[in-house]
């Protein structure tokens, strides 16, 4: 629990918490990319939902997107930035302060 | 938040953490023998021994267009491997302790392969050099796979 938050929820991040954004973000912390296809079997959602997640977190600047190709073949790959990383283990480290095991 | 709530999180985290690792598809049928051949190739081309009066520039011409295929070849599965596996794992960082002892193990294997292919070319000519190359390189990558297989297994049943 931090000295700035009694309860140790004000240190968690509200654009990671939901649920899908925090398992793509968990995903994406031991990987170089992922591909939208490998979030999409992992998370098991719909691709308008991972759509909508993953736009979520690049509009927070913490997941940079790369698009290679066009049309059929085309595909969408998303790794973090160095915000989402940071985000994403400070995110971690609260969740565990709020168990006492920081 | 309930601590049952955070605990079940931070475990999906761990598994979700984990999944470059041990959610990859199996590796095709042509990924051992073409990396073999791959690296019996690289050992003759260093191993080789150039005849008399080829000049060094000529010699350092034609290494390099043996290399430079093989390096972009290297390049090209790198390529295809992201594609086809949909993500690629760190290699530093937190990994899972279980592929954490399969990778040291796959550095440990390497070096000492290594070292004793560059004792071997020492002795024997290219020729031999490169096919004991590729059943070495072969050898070491079909046991890897399997290694690598057994431990993603078993932190998959860890993390279920």
């Not at chain 1, 031991?30 to 719909?46: G, V, W, Y």
């Not at chain 2, 390497?110 to 070495?136: C, D, E, N, Y």
Request: one cysteine or more.
């Amino acid at each position: 629990m931090s000295a700035s938050s009694p309860s140790g929820l004000e240190d968690l991040d509200p654009v990671i918490h939901a649920p899908k954004r925090l398992a793509a973000m968990a995903v994406l912390s031991t990987a170089d990319q992922a591909s939208f296809q490998f979030l999409k079997e992992r998370l098991q959602i719909a691709d308008s939902d991972l759509s909508k997640q993953m736009s979520a977190l690049e509009a927070a600047g913490y997941v940079a997107v790369q698009k290679l190709g066009r049309g059929r073949g085309a595909s969408t790959s998303f790794k973090l930035t160095r915000a989402g990383r940071t985000a994403y283990r400070a995110h971690r480290a609260a969740l565990r302060a709020l168990l006492g095991e920081d | 938040m309930e601590s049952d709530e955070i605990r079940a999180q931070l475990h999906d985290l761990e598994r979700a953490e984990a999944s470059p690792y041990v959610d990859q598809r199996p590796s095709p049928w042509w990924f051992a023998p073409s990396f073999a051949l791959w690296f019996g190739a690289m050992a003759s081309v260093q191993d080789f021994t150039w005849p008399a009066g080829v000049s060094s520039m000529w010699q350092a011409l034609i290494t390099l267009a043996v290399i430079i295929p093989l390096a972009m070849l290297l390049g090209a599965y790198v390529g295809w491997h992201q594609q086809y596996h949909g993500a690629y794992p760190k290699l530093v960082g937190p990994k899972p302790p279980e592929i954490r002892r399969v990778y040291r193990l796959y550095f440990v294997m390497f070096a000492v392969a290594t070292a004793a292919i560059i004792g071997l070319a020492l002795v024997v000519p290219w020729w031999v050099t490169g096919p004991v190359t590729a059943v070495v390189a072969y050898i070491c990558l079909v046991g890897y796979e399997r290694v690598y297989e057994r431990a993603a297994a078993a932190v998959r049943e860890r993390l279920a």
